[in-house]
């Protein structure tokens, strides 16, 4: 009997294997195509629609003028990895050896997938939050690995006796995502620390996605796990440039941790991609000694996020307002929709404008996609103008 063969079983894990053994577009996908074919406002795919600083372009221009233009080491390039060294002892106080501890990456995804293929395997058990960013499934279904999700409560907080009910002797990994994609939650240092004492009990690695690290608003700290007691040996933090420089196309991402882990991950990763921007990753450590760019971004999201959120209250949706991310999820209940997929993909027809659906971010059937059924996220990293028109367009549903 032939078994199943990998990329259907990555495609289950992800939602895209239908009933009838077809294979479905990620929900991404999906909704720009119906956006496009409607002319419906885009506040699905969170992708920003301004370039990143000027400077770093040029520099990446430089970069490419002065001949940097063929392989880059593997590991990155030997400015990246400092900067990205002095990154963390600057903001985080983490002390980390930019030539042992430190692998440049083709974006954060495949510092994710490669740590998972590198250290988990069949009969291990990878817990991660629920909803969950899809290229995490992904690449425990590639690693053969169980996924097991631990939903966020219903106020997109984390469960603590969820997460050590969760936890068994076959838990190899813990993966951690904060600020959180898709719901914008930022974890407490109180909640880390539920997530840093079961690490320690268990003995446990940790992988922690920081992608949005810098994209924190109010109140809201970001505190990588790295930093409690006892998690700097047990951790592989991944981060990224593209969100906080909005340069996603340039996909230069990163990881940091303690040596022997770097070297498993940088085996694997070799044979992935080995090695990618070579002109890109001078620029981006240039960037990284910027902590103006960052803030001024992070302070402009908070206004367009209060925008949209105003916009959507206003339209009768309910609202978690997000400390963090490009991302707000808003309950259609009030308004009558009780399935989010449905109400995506009905609202360009409606009112011209896309979200997707916070399901998509869970296994089918699970209490997460339960409790998740009628929320639908939505992107504020576009224009305030873009904003306003797709708010304006969201005022029909109670019309």
Same mark, same amino acid.
């Given at each position: ?92 106080? &983490?002390?980390? @050896? ?5 692998? !440049?990456?083709?974006? +954060?995804?495949?510092?994710? %997938? *490669?740590? #998972? =293929? ?33 939903? &966020?409560?219903? @106020? ?5 006796? !969820?997460?050590?009910? +969760?936890?068994?002797?076959? %838990? *190899?990994? #813990? =993966? ?43 109140? !809201? ?179």
């Amino acid at each position: 009997m032939t078994s199943t063969p990998r990329w259907r079983q990555v495609a289950a894990a992800t939602g895209l294997l239908s009933d009838d053994g077809t294979i479905a577009q990620t929900i991404f996908a999906e909704m720009t195509v119906l956006a496009n074919r409607t002319g419906a406002v885009n506040l699905g795919q969170g992708f920003p629609d301004v370039d990143g600083p000027d400077y770093v372009k040029e520099a990446a221009k430089a970069a490419i003028d002065a001949g940097r233009n063929q392989y880059a080491p593997g590991d990155g390039v030997p400015e990246l990895r400092h900067a990205i060294a002095d990154h963390q002892r600057r903001r985080y106080g &983490l002390d980390v @050896d930019p030539d042992t501890e430190v692998l !440049a990456t083709t974006g +954060a995804t495949e510092a994710l %997938t *490669a740590a #998972i =293929l590198a250290l988990t395997g069949p009969g291990d058990e990878v817990i991660t939050l629920e909803p969950f960013y899809d290229s995490h499934a992904a690449a425990i279904a590639m690693a053969g690995a169980t996924h097991v999700p631990v939903p &966020l409560t219903a @106020d997109l907080r984390l469960d603590a006796d !969820a997460l050590r009910a +969760a936890a068994t002797e076959r %838990t *190899a990994m #813990i =993966l951690v995502n904060t600020p959180h994609n898709p719901t914008g939650t930022v974890l407490t240092r109180a909640e880390l620390e539920q997530v840093a004492s079961l690490a320690r009990e268990r003995d446990t690695l940790v992988l922690t996605d920081e992608v949005y690290e810098h994209l924190v608003f109010d109140d !809201a700290v970001h505190v990588p796990i790295a930093t409690l007691p006892g998690m700097a040996e047990r951790t592989l933090t991944v981060s990224s440039s593209g969100k906080t420089f909005s340069l996603t196309g340039w996909k230069v991402g990163w990881m940091h941790g303690p040596a022997d882990l770097i070297t498993a991950v940088r085996t694997l990763k070799q044979f992935m991609t080995y090695t990618s921007g070579s002109a890109f990753q001078p620029a981006i450590a240039l960037a990284l000694a910027d902590e103006e760019t960052p803030r001024a971004l992070a302070d402009s999201l908070a206004e367009r996020r209060d925008l949209l959120c105003a916009g959507l209250e206003r339209a009768g949706f309910d609202v978690v307002v997000p400390q963090g991310t490009y991302f707000v999820v808003a309950d259609g209940a009030p308004l009558g929709f009780t399935n989010g997929h449905d109400l995506c993909l009905r609202l360009p027809e409606l009112v011209g404008v896309v979200g997707v659906p916070v399901s998509a971010f869970c296994r089918p059937g699970s209490t997460a996609a339960q409790t998740m059924r009628s929320r639908v996220r939505f992107t504020f990293v576009k224009q305030p103008e873009v904003l306003r028109d797709g708010i304006e367009r969201l005022a029909a549903l109670t019309r």
